[in-house]
């Protein structure tokens, strides 16, 4: 199993930045695909980006695509959002999460998963 843990949340304004990073164990030699997720209050857990290990193509949802960037340090087994020009509506939980296989949105296929980090946009 590998564990996962989150950090870099906050609150910041509308416009503002913020980087997360995502430490992996050094049980992760394995791992094919990191993903982050977010889950807003009251709503479901969806995909917000994915980095396949060996792949040039990250994977970005419609609606942080131009404004997130996600990258693996490799040395450092972690794994990076960059989130700029940030709005309310990425207000939500981020969670960090691994698989052995091609990357996915199903959140069953992920066995390992952070705690996650609250990320919070507004005025």
């Known amino acids: 199993q590998v564990q996962l843990m989150e950090s870099g949340g906050g609150s910041v304004e509308p416009g503002e930045s913020l980087r997360l990073s995502c430490v992996a164990s050094s049980t992760a030699k394995n791992t094919h695909c990191m993903s982050w997720f977010r889950q807003a209050s009251g709503k479901d857990r969806e995909r917000v980006a994915s980095f396949a290990v060996g792949s040039d193509t990250p994977f970005y949802a419609d609606s942080v695509k131009g404004r997130f960037t996600i990258s693996l340090n490799n040395a450092k087994n972690t794994l990076y959002l960059q989130m700029n020009s940030l709005k309310p509506e990425d207000s939500a939980m981020y969670y960090c999460?691994?698989?052995?296989?091609?990357?996915?949105?199903?959140?069953?296929?992920?066995?390992?998963w952070g705690q996650g980090i609250l990320v919070t946009v507004s005025p």
């Open positions: 999460a691994a698989r052995v296989g091609y990357c996915s949105a199903s959140l069953s296929l992920y066995k390992d």
